[in-house]
């Protein structure tokens, strides 16, 4: 039976260092989940900004954001969204908005690049969370790390066993193909600003072609794919406290890319329960009974 690996990005593959500034109260939140913090509240979109770390930090910092983006014609990309927001309300708040600056995004990228200058900088995003309710950007993000230390070995023996692997994630395609180059994922099969629904697409068009598709998450913005996939992999790797809804569709839970191999290796039609605190087990994966129906 052939069988295709879906891999998120940040969280899965890649270790991530994420940092926030929330606007409207002035004040930064280190190592936030983003995807969590947008669907915390009811008409917020996580957004990718197509603009450079470079660019930004050599921008007038007094600047509205919203000018800088409109003077120079700075794209986006959609990456989450709790509830239904269109690209026509988000291009209205991230060219009107009238609170952030460009030094909110400034120190975000700062702050960010302090934590990983000494590492191998795979992927460096930046963004905004905005609020189609409100009409204002709330928060300014940056994310940048690199891919965990098992991660290439993960991919290159999955691929000595003749199974496919992709990418479906959130982030900007330009940066994941630096990281898929480096992990030795073919360029087609990589696909970047994939929102739930479009992650969830991907993993229903590849169950056409084939046997089993499994879906490796991090997020609550896998959780659309995770539950259209064959088997759904919850990874632990970089953060274990996890909301239920997100550990609820997970059929696997595991703290270390590499249990990939193992698992696709063994019998997937079934697993014991064992009830097995994941933040303390050493690493091992915790194993819940697939009931296919009921989950679907």
Known sequence: MKTAVVFDSAGTLLHTYRTARDVINDRMIPEIETTTL???VKGRALIILYAGSQDIINADGDRL???????NNIEFGLACSSGVVTKDEISKILHTDTRAKVSDLQICIRNVWNFCKSLQVVAMNSGVIVNKNTGVIEFTITSGGKPFSNAKDTIQKLHGMGIATYIASGDRTDKLLKMADYLGIPHENVHGISTPPVKAQIVRDLKSEYGRVIMVGDGVNDIAAMKEADLAILSEQQFC??????????DIIIR???EVI???S????GYSSRDQNSCADGGK???????TDSKR
């Open 38 to 40: 947008t669907c915390s």
């Open 266 to 269: 063994g019998d997937l039609s």
């Open 241 to 250: 406290r996890k909301p239920k809804m997100l550990t609820d569709a997970a």
């Open 65 to 71: 954001l919203s000018d800088y983006i409109t003077e």
């Open 285 to 291: 994966c915790r194993e819940k009974s697939r009931e």
């Open 262 to 264: 193992d698992i696709v």
């Open 256 to 258: 270390d890319v590499i």
